[in-house]
């Protein structure tokens, strides 16, 4: 008998998770559209990975240590990610910083056809196959951007599309004396 | 002063709401036909004043009433006057009364076809359905009028969002809620055959039309949808596993697995219970889908502005109606043990393997979004679940289901010999594996990804198996039960959308080209050559146009025109893509933006086979028409009342 209301009980666990994410949302202690990063002033995570372009190198965060470097998580099956590409193509242009690419949950066959059509921003580009180092990175979804300072601190962080203009008003202040934004 | 009366006239279709629930519920409770009597007027009477309430907010919008705050956000003097109307439900007040609206209508339709029912039946039935509408009109009075007043008046209206000015969207909503909204009538027949504790194959067969109708509905909604995100989004894509998308794509798949469990129900008395459950999923995944759009804990391009307030409102209502079923059921369910058995091999496994399939798909995809809410909520972390996680767990069930799909069609009830069907499946098999790949490398050149050609050989042999049936009838100058005929349409229509995927999916190319006017750039053997652009002016924006010259060889092809849009009031971008259509593929151009020096960027896509995912759906909810009209529920429907009587607390009449 009771087995039968296992169904009625699973929906009413889904309607506490709700009440309990609105009560939240309410209190504003959840936002859903805002992405806090719990990563803001703490040391980046490290990470190993194969490279995109080259599967028989790999990408270390170690050998960045001591200078600024921007980590961009994209795949070639996000929008944002194709809408962002341009920007990131001039903001490479345009600053010394290195952009390091993480190429996350994707094939690197259509990675590197992407890359190839659309030019390669990034000084490396790292494949995050299985979304082990994402996790790490805490991210949400892609594009999302990282700065992160010579000291190794996550200093700022863009969740979406990037433009020129974001990156001068979000990232440019932490860019002064580090060649040019 | 006509505002207040739509305010004024949502209320009495609130009041007579509460009667039509009340009388129907309590009258066939307590068996008394007079009240039952009522049920009927007092439906048509809801429908009257939810449909005036319905007109006078569109007159609002037509005669640009921006004292109406509603109208004053989501409508402006320049709007085009088909866009003024489509802008009814533009937002979430407005639609909510289109949701409203089709409610009241299939309680209409159900009041006036269903006379053949029992009485009491029937009342229940009307009485559910009015307690439904109860629930969403005291939710529009009390959270979300459509006609509250901004006063002073507004000079002009902040426009519609434009990315709702388009045609396929403008129809694509009012789809999709007749489709969420019709499987309130699956729920409602399923909740008073509860109540009246008789759950048998009547009941099925007086369900069957209505879920194949909601089924047909949503079918063409959710092709809309993807439809219009193709051609407007400007990146070309047809599904992106958006929360919402996902939202409406879990009631579609409980009502497919519905409609399949309901013929078992129907023809053999057996899956009792888990036709009940898929009956209240079916409409429970519709609430949760109305839930997640509305309340905003989702972030989505689809949400409507957020408000926790609304959000608990309509979480109260999607857990009385759900959890009010499915304790009914927990009481009703033991008593309904399955009738006879069937064998291994027989229509019945089958159907159950699709069901099981179709609910695994839905469970999975109910998890992957509602995941990082959960993990969000008790402070886990924010995670993402993107397209890798929702293809491969959809693809899972999918593909056996597919496959399985074509020879299930063909299998008896109780227990199957495929005997008769062996050497035709067989010769269909063989035909569709050579299809396949003459397609892939005669037709495309290569093998494609791993599962091309096994794609496309399902394809075909789905759309060849569902013909057997039809052509053998035909030859032997005879016709097919309309049923049979729906049922092998809507498989043929599966059989050309999984052919549509498996061709986008192996064979796109997509490929973005920096070009000054007079360059030109080559794509799947097509030369696109960019003419440069000029400024052009809509209605109530300003677009750069781009023309491209789409040649194959020395023989032109076409001239593709693509805007970038900048509606005045809201001043977002807009891409509308130019897209050349043949039988075989689709040449997409998209303008993106300048990069200077007279270069602009362009998006150049070829897409092969990609019409047949829209037209495969579009032919699945043909088939549904086809068999809804079949002679039995006509038929029966007038020798339904004798037939029932015997024995039925629930029969009065």
Sequence with gaps: MWRHFAPAAAFLALGGLFAFALMRIGQGRLDVHEIRSPLLGRPAPTFVLPSVTDPSRLVDTKALAGRMYVVNVWGTWCGGCREEHSALMAIAHSTTVPIIGIDWKDDGQQARLYLAQLGNPYQQVAADRDGRVAIDWGVYGAPETFLVSSSGVVLEKQVGPLSEALWAEKFGRYLQGEGGS | MIPELGTLSLIIALLLSAAQSFFGLAGAHRNRLSWMQVVTPAVAGVWVFVALSFGILTYSFITNDFSV?????????????????????????????????????????VAGLSSSLPVAFRARVLGVLGLIGLGFMSFTLLTSSPFTRLLPAAADGADLNPILQDPALAIHPPMLYMGYVGTSVAFSFAVAAMLAGRIDAGWARWTRPWTVAAWMCLTCGIALGSWWAYYELGWGGWWFWDA????????????????????????????????????????????LGTFLVRSGILVSVHSFASDPARGLYILALLMFFIVGSLTLYAFRAPSLKGGGGFELVSRESFLLLNNALLVAAA????????????????????ISVGPPYFNMVFLVPALPLVMLLGIGMHAGWKRASLQTFRRKLLAIAGVAGVLALATALIGFGSFGVPLTVLGFAAGCFVMGSALIEPVQQWRRGQGLPRAALGMAIAHFGVGMFVIGVTGVA??????????????????????????????????????IEGRVAVSRGATPVTELATQKRTYRVQQNPMTHAGIDVAWNRDLFV????????????????????????????????IGGLVAILDRRYRVRRTTAVPAAAPGSASTVA
């Design chain 2, 506 to 543: 192996s064979y796109k190319i997509e490929k973005d080209v920096g070009l000054a006017a007079g360059d030109s750039a080559t794509v799947a053997g097509y030369t696109f050559k960019f003419l440069g652009t000029q400024p052009v002016s809509g209605p109530n924006y300003e677009a």
């Design chain 2, 363 to 382: 469970l999975l995809i109910l998890v992957g979004t509602l995941w990082p809410l959960a993990m969000d909520a008790f402070n886990l972390g924010k």
């Design chain 2, 590 to 621: 998209a303008l993106g933006d300048e990069l200077g020096a007279d270069k602009w960027s362009l998006r150049l896509q070829y897409k092969p086979l990609v019409r047949y995912i829209w037209l495969g759906a579009l032919v699945a909810a």
């Design chain 2, 244 to 287: 919402v998308e996902n939202a409406s794509f879990m009631p579609w798949l409980a009502s497919t697995a519905l409609i399949h469990s309901l013929a078992v129900t129907e023809k053999r008395g057996l899956f009792r219970s888990w036709t009940l459950l898929l009956a209240i999923f079916a409409f429970s995944l519709s609430l």
């Design chain 2, 69 to 109: 705050g509603y109208v004053a956000g989501n409508s402006n003097s320049a709007l085009p006057l088909v866009y003024r109307i489509a802008a009814v439900w533009g937002a979430h007040e407005g639609s909510l009364l289109l949701w409203i609206l089709i409610l009241s209508t299939w309680a209409l339709l």
